[in-house]
């Protein structure tokens, strides 16, 4: 009896910890958020998480996609991470009123899974040049054709509507997200995160490492937000933010050029500078408008050397503002400074030079006031009788001089300093 009460004893003891070893591991899917316009930073954004994801062993990894568009390059950067991913990678476009146009077409179609929350909308994939020129005939047929081609073997590697991607690119096509699912542009439609993995538990897809079936039944949701570094780099990136450092950062080095030594103004502004440069190199900038800019300021500089009666000031405000007008020529009103932002800069930045240059001005004429050049003109009374090329004593400004002078000076006249030659000053009577 004994012996059976110590074998249920430890039936008891050791069962809880064999069926804990048993529970199958909960499932991880992490959830990013790509959202503005297709650049550098989003594609390094996306790129690291699918192989972070990766790493990991998730069973998918979930992108919130609304965008406007971008780059090419960066598009195909996420297309061919998403294409190689050896996990399966599901683009949702969410929230309501989202998008995904443009290149953010590409995007979705090269996903495993191709979601979309009601009330949103995908297609326009028509490229343009975004630095504001017109291709010629042959060349925007040749880059259509490539774009066409792309998109076609995107949608039929993951069986989804490739006449209508033609059309996205052809035709700037543009759907809701009810007729995406109804044309099989996307496979799913879902009201949030929750109804999406319900939707895509069991679903079949191919990955580079062959056939895999999500499973997201009990899954845990893991958000992972962009670092601090790419959250700095993707403001910078904003054509507005990138207009505002260049400007802050001419300002800074022309401040530190008409006054050496400040020291501060000239360290901003070459940070200001740099961060610009950065941002200018993944924007569609118009060089003609940098040098209008730069011109500008060498017109403010000018002024200080050059009599001009204000030529040079008002040249310099009108190649600030055509330089700025021209900066980011770009048909996509996403990689334009907005007028908001830049009437109001070019204002401010205008009074700015002006004011630096009149006060400039004024301190290279204003009279010498310290030092013995400061003593000329100054009044004062004879101490003693002074001949006529001889000398005598004067006092001046609380103090007394050697003193010749020209004239006669009688003791006690008012007299006037005209030149001062090591410790003796030459007067005259005062009229």
Known sequence: MK???YFIWFLLLTLPSGMSGAAPAP?????????????????????????????????????????????????RMIVKKIVNSPIPVA??????????????????????????????????????????????????????????AFIRSLA??????????EDAVRKSASITETEALSKKVVDIVAVDLSALLAKID????STVSGET???????????????????????????NIAYLLMLAGIIGLYVELTNPGVIFPGVAGAI????????????????????????AVVFFILEIKVTSYGLLTIGGIISLVAG????????????????????????????????????????QRAAVITGAEGMIGMEGTALTDIAPGGEGQVAIHGEIWRAGSAEAVGRGEHVVAVSVSGLKIEVKRSS
């Not at 996903?111 to 630095?131: D, F, K, W």
């Not at 845990?220 to 403001?235: A, C, F, G, T, Y």
């Open 156 to 165: 039929e590697k993951r069986g989804r509507n490739s006449a209508w991607a």
């Open 91 to 148: 683009v949702y476009v969410a929230p309501g009123g989202a998008r995904a146009a443009s290149a953010g077409v590409f995007i979705a179609m090269a996903a495993h899974v191709a979601a979309m929350s009601p009330g949103t909308n995908i297609g326009a994939a028509h490229p343009v040049e975004l630095s504001g020129g017109k291709m010629d005939e042959t060349m925007s047929a040749k880059v259509t054709n490539d774009s066409v």
């Open 202 to 205: 069991g679903m079949n897809v």
């Open 324 to 363: 700025s007008l021209m900066l980011f020529d770009s048909p996509s009103p996403f990689f334009r400074v907005s007028l908001i932002i830049l009437l109001p800069t070019v204002v401010i930045i205008s009074a700015l030079f002006v004011a630096v240059t009149w006060f400039v001005i004024r301190a």
């Open 213 to 239: 079936v999500i499973r997201t039944a009990g899954a845990v949701l893991q958000r992972r937000e962009m670092p601090l570094r790419l959250r700095i780099l993707d403001v910078v990136g904003n054509p």
């Open 27 to 75: 499932v991880n899917i992490p959830v990013i958020r790509a959202e503005g316009i297709v650049g550098p930073v989003m594609a390094e954004f996306i790129s690291g998480n699918i192989d972070s994801a990766a790493g990991t062993g998730a069973a998918l990894l979930v992108i919130e996609l609304d965008t406007p568009g971008g780059l090419d390059t960066s598009m």
């Open 272 to 295: 200001c500078l740099i961060l610009s440069f950065y941002a200018l190199q993944t924007l569609p900038v118009n060089y003609a408008g940098v040098l209008l800019i730069l011109l």
């Open 3 to 5: 012996k059976c009460l």
